[in-house]
T-cell receptor, first 116, second 113 residues
Framework: AQTVTQSQPEMSVQEAETVTLSCTYD???????LFWYKQPPSRQMILVIR??????QNATENRFSVNFQKAAKSFSLKISDSQLGDAAMYFC?????????????FGTGTLLAVQP | DTGVSQDPRHKITKRGQNVTFRCDPI?????LYWYRQTLGQGPEFLTY????????KSRLLSDRFSAERPKGSFSTLEIQRTEQGDSAMYLC???????????FGSGTRLTVV
């Protein structure tokens, strides 16, 4: 079974600085997708960034980028120029490329605080 | 696109009572998922619908839980004889078959007292 591990329960960053959130996963599959989701206090989960395992190039979305190390099964999220609105719980998630369900498997999350 | 709607937002119930939650997915999304999220944890998969067919159920979904999606539109999740351990946030998500993006609702927070 696939598992996702986030070893940082809480992180803090100064506004305008850069922070990296860690995520490791375990799978025997070769075709899969990885996601970072943001869950603000309003609780609605929002997609931050997505990475396809077959792509070697790291995904980037504006201030958000990932460091995808397939051999190490590592998928970290870098937030540049942190803003107060980035404060939230961040979840790393895994999805199989095959199969019928394509359910997401989540880590336990990292609570990010942004200090003004 | 009005997003995924969940109702109610909050529910407080006494132990032993039955509760039902509703999820209205985005209209063109044929795939619907239910997740449960307890405090300090990530969401855990409960069940999946493709159109009206329930194709997968997690072992977390005990006999007291039942989910339906009549006509492949809205879905309901019912918990019978609630227990304190059922207290959690219940999240619904939907997506189109050809799309990677899952849209989540704001969830229903259940408190069993």
């Amino acid at each position: 079974a696939q598992t996702v591990t986030q070893s940082q329960p809480e992180m803090s960053v100064q506004e305008a600085e850069t922070v990296t959130l860690s995520c490791t996963y375990d799978t025997s599959e070769s075709d899969y997708y990885l996601f970072w989701y943001k869950q603000p206090p309003s609780r609605q989960m929002i997609l931050v960034i997505r990475q396809e395992a077959y792509k070697q190039q790291n995904a980037t979305e504006n201030r958000f980028s990932v460091n995808f190390q397939k051999a190490a099964k590592s998928f970290s999220l870098k937030i540049s120029d942190s803003q107060l609105g980035d404060a939230a719980m961040y979840f790393c998630a895994y999805r199989s490329g095959g199969g019928a369900t394509n359910k997401l498997i989540f880590g336990t999350g990292t609570l990010l605080a942004v200090q003004p | 696109d009005t997003g995924v709607s969940q109702d109610p937002r909050h529910k407080i119930t006494k132990r032993g009572q039955n509760v039902t939650f509703r999820c209205d997915p985005i209209s063109e999304h044929n795939r619907l998922y239910w997740y449960r999220q307890t405090l300090g944890q990530g969401p855990e998969f409960l069940t999946y619908f493709q159109n009206e067919a329930q194709l997968e159920k997690s072992r977390l979904l005990s006999d007291r839980f039942s989910a339906e999606r009549p006509k492949g539109s809205f879905s309901t999740l019912e918990i019978q004889r609630t227990e304190q351990g059922d207290s959690a946030m219940y999240l619904c998500a939907s997506r189109r078959q050809d799309n990677y993006g899952y849209t989540f609702g704001s969830g229903t927070r259940l408190t069993v007292v």
